[in-house]
């Protein structure tokens, strides 16, 4: 299935960022900033990594779910809320992260 190697390279991806320091991070992602130094990319690195923005996995746990409800409902963009159960599948994310 398609979904499934789609979740490996991403997750991948997230134990790079949360196993190496800022500036490592900083000199593998530079060549997609061109324009912007490579310690300027470590310091906006360090922030998100300070403020925990990486989470250590994909998996769309209940609360995040509820949390994106909330935001939607309070924008007025969400008109019926839909079972967690009903919309969410984590088994590729917990496989992937495994």
């Known amino acids: 299935m398609r979904w499934r190697s789609l979740f490996n390279p991403i997750q991948k991806g997230m134990d790079y960022v949360n196993s190496h320091s800022p500036e490592e991070i ?42 994106l409800e909330n935001i939607l409902e309070e924008a007025g963009e969400l008109n019926e809320r839909v079972p967690y159960e009903n919309l969410v599948t984590t ?5 992937a992260a495994k």
């Open 26 to 67: 900083a000199k593998t992602i530079s060549p997609q900033f061109k324009e912007t130094p490579v310690d300027k990319i470590a310091t906006i690195v360090q922030r998100y990594k300070e403020q925990d923005t990486w989470k250590g996995d994909t998996v769309f746990t209940r609360d995040s779910f509820e949390l």
């Open 91 to 95: 088994q590729f994310s917990e496989n």
